[in-house]
């Protein structure tokens, strides 16, 4: 999450529920707000392929999430928070199999190759207490730094709270985890993905009873 020091920060906007009608622009502005991500860059370090296919990278994440009914965003779609509820720490096999592989062709055998490998390695890493799982949180660069990314947690992060259950996340930017530790997360580990061949990574965790909201 990059605050824009030229910009002046907005009223942080009340989240609601992502309606299905706007998956594609919800997709296009995590595409945006993914591109540099470290991760995407080591999954696909051709510029010209993430370019073509971060919308479909993304759109593919949204319909992964959508079922579980916990995504979020603002008006206007200016980005996505992707929540897994407690007891579904991941998203179940045949629906990555039947969202993903459609897409295959797009994405190439590498990058597929290395997504699943480190997904595995993640999921492994998650707490083995029922916890929510922020999948993916993203702004549209150009909208960035105005309180968009922390309005759409807040549509779980209070609820998490009252619940008495942790929120788990990874991300991959430093200046991410600063964002997130203003949020009440606290680094969990921090070591390098797919076995020390990726790039550096960071699990956080808003653990119950050390709520900031």
Same mark, same amino acid.
Not at 24 to 29: F, P
Not at 168 to 180: A, D, G, I, M, S
């Given at each position: 999450?990059?605050?824009?020091?030229?910009?002046?920060?907005?009223?942080?906007?009340?989240?609601?529920?992502?309606?299905?009608?706007?998956?594609?622009?919800?997709?296009?502005?995590?595409?945006?707000?993914?591109?540099?991500?470290?991760?995407?860059?080591?999954?696909?370090?051709?510029?010209?392929?993430?370019?073509?296919?971060?919308?479909?990278?993304?759109?593919?994440?949204?319909?992964?999430?959508?079922?579980?009914?916990?995504?979020?965003?603002?008006?206007?779609?200016?980005?996505?928070?992707?929540?897994?509820?407690?007891?579904?720490?991941?998203?179940?096999?045949?629906?990555? #199999?039947?969202?993903?592989?459609?897409?295959?062709?797009?994405?190439?055998?590498?990058?597929?190759? @290395?997504?699943?490998?480190?997904?595995?390695?993640?999921?492994?890493?998650?707490?083995?207490?029922?916890?929510?799982?922020?999948?993916?949180?993203?702004?549209?660069?150009?909208?960035?730094?105005?309180?968009?990314?922390?309005?759409?947690?807040?549509? *779980?992060?209070?609820?998490?709270?009252?619940?008495?259950?942790?929120?788990?996340?990874?991300?991959?930017?430093?200046?991410?985890?600063?964002?997130?530790?203003?949020?009440?997360?606290? #680094?969990?580990?921090?070591? @390098?993905?797919?076995?020390?061949?990726?790039?550096?990574?960071?699990?956080? *965790?808003?653990?119950?009873?050390?709520?900031?909201?």
């Amino acid at each position: 999450m990059a605050t824009h020091p030229n910009v002046a920060p907005e009223p942080a906007r009340s989240p609601r529920k992502l309606a299905a009608s706007e998956i594609d622009a919800a997709a296009h502005a995590l595409g945006r707000a993914f591109y540099d991500d470290p991760l995407m860059m080591y999954l696909m370090p051709s510029d010209a392929r993430r370019t073509r296919v971060m919308t479909h990278v993304m759109r593919c994440a949204v319909r992964m999430a959508a079922p579980e009914g916990h995504s979020f965003t603002t008006h206007p779609a200016d980005g996505a928070a992707l929540f897994l509820p407690p007891g579904t720490p991941q998203v179940p096999l045949a629906r990555v #199999v039947r969202v993903i592989l459609p897409q295959a062709w797009r994405f190439g055998f590498g990058p597929l190759r @290395r997504y699943m490998a480190v997904g595995d390695e993640l999921q492994r890493k998650h707490p083995t207490g029922d916890h929510w799982y922020l999948m993916t949180l993203g702004v549209d660069p150009d909208r960035q730094g105005r309180g968009l990314g922390g309005a759409m947690m807040s549509a *779980i992060l209070p609820r998490a709270e009252a619940e008495g259950m942790d929120v788990y996340l990874e991300t991959n930017k430093p200046r991410n985890v600063v964002f997130y530790q203003k949020n009440g997360f606290k #680094v969990r580990e921090h070591f @390098r993905c797919d076995g020390g061949r990726g790039p550096e990574t960071w699990t956080l *965790i808003r653990e119950r009873g050390q709520f900031h909201v």
